[in-house]
C-alpha cells in the first residue's frame, strides 16, 4: 500500500485529449465550464490550463458568458436583535460560511449594520451608540473572502441623517468591475433642515458634490424601496417614482404607478421594489391580507402579474390561525424572489408569545413557515472577480 489515491476513472483519457488541443480549442472548452468555483479548480490542474485561464482576455470573455457566483446574502440579524451582520451561503458545499465572517473589522462585528452591497463588497454603518460622537457615523467597505475594508468618513459635518449606495464602475481587462481598490459610494443626506444633498466618493480621491433631480427635494419625504436590476427605487411623497442607477449614479424621475393605496409610513411600508429570476423589477403591494405583484411593461407601464390572498395560501401550515388574517400584514423581510410576513397587532402580540412568520415565493406565489426573520433587507455578495488562481499541482 502506498497511500495514493486511485486516479479518477477516465480522467487520464480526458486530460490526454485535451493536452494535445491547441491553444484556442482549450480556451474555447474552458470557456464552457459552469461555474467561477469549477473554473479555480480547473485552473489548478496544470500549468497550461493556469495559464489559460489567467490571462485577462480569456477572463474578460468568460465573465461576458456567465453570471457572477453567488457567495450568498448578509442580513442584520431578526428586527432588534442586534446581532450584527449574518452570512447565509447560496451553497454549503460552494463557500464556508466562516471564510466570510466580517471579525476583521475595526470594532465588534456587532456594531456594524449592511446597508448596501454591489459585486463582492458590501457598505456597513458604525451604529453602536457607544461609539459614536456627534454627527453622522462612520462607514467601511469591504470584501469579506478577503478581509480586506477601507474606513470612509462622512462627505459632510453636522449630517443629521443619510442613506448611502455603492456605485458601479468601468469594467477592467478581465471583465471585472467594482472592487475594494476601484469603487465609488454615493450619499443622500440631510444637514438638519431636510434638504436633500448628494456627494460621490471615488476610490482614491475625496467627496465630490453631485447633483440630484429635483424630484427629490427633501429628506423626510423620500421613501427607499429596494434595488432591483442593478438600480435602486424611491418614492417621493407618494407621488414620484425615482430610480438611480447602480451603473452610473444618475436619478431619473416618473410619475409613481396608479397600483393602489399605500401606506406611505417611514417604519412600516406595504410595498417595496424587489427583482425575480429575470433580473427585471418588480412592485409588491400587500394590502387588505393580498399580496400583489406588478411588472413593468415596455411602454413603461406598470401592470399586475399576479396576485395571492394571504389567508389561503397559507392554510395548512402549522399553527395557521384565520384570526391572524384579520389584521394587516406586516413586511418583516424584502428578499430578492420572496418576502416574509407576519401578521401586525399589538392584541396578537400579546395573546401569541411567539410571532408567527411565513415567506412567500414571489415567482411560484407559494406559502411556507418562516423560522424568522432576516431583517428589512437582504444584501447579495458575490465571488470577487478575477478569481484568485491557485498554483498547479504539477509535481
Known amino acids: 500500500m502506498t497511500g495514493r489515491r486511485p486516479p479518477i ?13 491547441d491553444d484556442d480549442a482549450l480556451c474555447l472548452v474552458l470557456e464552457r465550464v459552469d461555474s467561477h468555483v469549477s473554473l479555480i479548480c480547473a485552473a489548478a490542474v496544470c500549468k497550461r490550463w ?20 453567488v457567495a450568498g446574502e448578509f442580513h442584520n440579524g431578526a428586527w432588534r436583535s442586534n446581532e450584527g451582520p449574518v452570512f447565509v451561503p447560496s451553497s454549503p458545499s460552494m463557500v464556508d460560511a466562516r471564510h466570510l465572517s466580517l471579525d476583521f473589522l475595526p470594532n ?20 453602536d451608540m457607544r461609539l459614536l460622537g456627534n454627527g453622522f457615523p462612520d462607514m467601511v467597505i469591504c470584501e469579506p473572502l478577503t478581509r480586506r475594508f477601507e474606513i470612509i468618513s462622512p462627505p459632510a459635518e453636522h449630517i443629521k441623517e443619510g442613506r448611502s449606495f455603492l456605485i458601479d464602475v468601468t469594467a477592467n481587462e478581465t471583465g471585472g468591475g467594482i472592487s475594494i481598490s476601484n469603487f465609488r459610494v454615493l450619499c443622500m443626506f440631510h444637514c438638519g433642515d431636510g434638504v436633500m444633498h448628494t456627494a460621490m466618493l471615488t476610490a482614491g480621491s475625496s467627496w465630490s458634490e453631485k447633483s ?39 436619478f431619473t424621475s416618473s410619475v409613481f404607478p396608479a397600483i393602489g393605496v399605500f401606506d406611505f409610513d417611514m417604519e412600516r411600508c406595504n410595498f417595496f421594489v424587489t ?27 406598470w401592470a399586475l402579474e399576479k396576485s395571492v390572498l394571504l ?39 400579546l395573546q401569541f408569545a411567539e410571532k408567527w412568520r411565513y415567506s412567500i415565493n414571489l415567482e ?27 498554483a498547479h499541482l504539477d509535481r
Open 9 to 21: 476513472q477516465g480522467f487520464g483519457s480526458a486530460r490526454a485529449a485535451m493536452d494535445v488541443m
Open 50 to 69: 493556469r495559464r489559460a485561464i489567467a490571462d485577462a482576455a480569456f477572463l474578460r470573455r468568460y465573465r461576458s458568458l456567465h453570471a457572477p457566483a
Open 108 to 127: 465588534d462585528p456587532g456594531a456594524w449594520t449592511v446597508v448596501d452591497s454591489r459585486g463582492s463588497l458590501l457598505l456597513l454603518l458604525l451604529m
Open 212 to 250: 440630484i433631480c429635483h424630484a427629490v427635494p427633501n429628506f423626510h419625504s423620500t421613501k427607499f424601496l429596494g434595488r432591483a436590476g442593478g438600480s435602486r427605487y424611491f418614492c417621493v411623497e407618494g407621488t414620484s417614482l425615482v430610480i438611480l442607477d447602480g451603473s452610473t449614479g444618475d
Open 275 to 301: 427583482e425575480l429570476r429575470d433580473g427585471k423589477p418588480r412592485i409588491v403591494t400587500v394590502s387588505h391580507c393580498t399580496l400583489k405583484v406588478f411588472a413593468r411593461l415596455g411602454n413603461g407601464e
Open 311 to 349: 389567508w389561503q395560501s397559507t392554510r395548512g401550515l402549522p399553527g395557521y390561525n384565520l384570526l391572524f388574517f384579520h389584521y394587516d400584514q406586516d413586511i418583516l423581510t424584502r428578499g430578492t424572489g420572496s418576502v416574509i410576513l407576519s401578521p401586525w397587532s399589538v392584541v396578537l402580540c
Open 364 to 390: 411560484t406565489m407559494e406559502a411556507e413557515r418562516a423560522s424568522c426573520d432576516m431583517g428589512l433587507m437582504v444584501y447579495r455578495c458575490d465571488l470577487p472577480w478575477p478569481p484568485v488562481l491557485h
